[in-house]
């Protein structure tokens, strides 16, 4: 089965040269003549915000994004590929846990598999 990303997203395993890398070649894109923009999908482990510092990196990769690299659109899923595991493992114990999909939010224990799996595949940033 292919696995085809949403709007400008890296495909799975990809990008392997961290959230900068992926920022600058979305930068790339000719955004203002994509009618409605581009969809760019990334995900965080929650340490990444367990300390300030992680904090201010992430405000700083954004802030960066937008005003320096003219970026459009940006979401994240800050969860664990742990808790996205044992939530497909165990919906009833994950029943809140809230996923960006593309371009939507959704309760994950209702997703379809495929979908999850996806969700599950993308690669977990670090900064």
Request: contains cysteine; aromatic residues 8%.
């Amino acid at each position: 089965m292919n696995h085809w990303p949403e709007g400008c997203s890296p495909a799975h395993n990809s990008d392997q040269n961290g959230p900068t890398a992926v920022f600058k070649s979305v930068a790339k894109l000719p955004t203002e003549k994509i009618t409605g923009g581009v969809l760019l999908n990334q995900k965080m482990t929650p340490t990444m915000l367990a300390t300030e510092e992680n904090k201010q990196k992430l405000e700083m990769l954004i802030a960066t994004f937008f005003n320096r690299l003219h970026g459009y659109h940006v979401q994240y899923n800050i969860v664990s590929r742990a808790t996205l595991l044992d939530a497909q493992a165990n919906p009833d114990k994950h029943k809140d846990l809230i996923v960006r999909v593309a371009g939507y939010s959704a309760f994950f224990n209702v997703l379809s598999k495929a979908t999850q799996d996806d969700i599950i595949g993308r690669t977990e940033q670090v900064l």
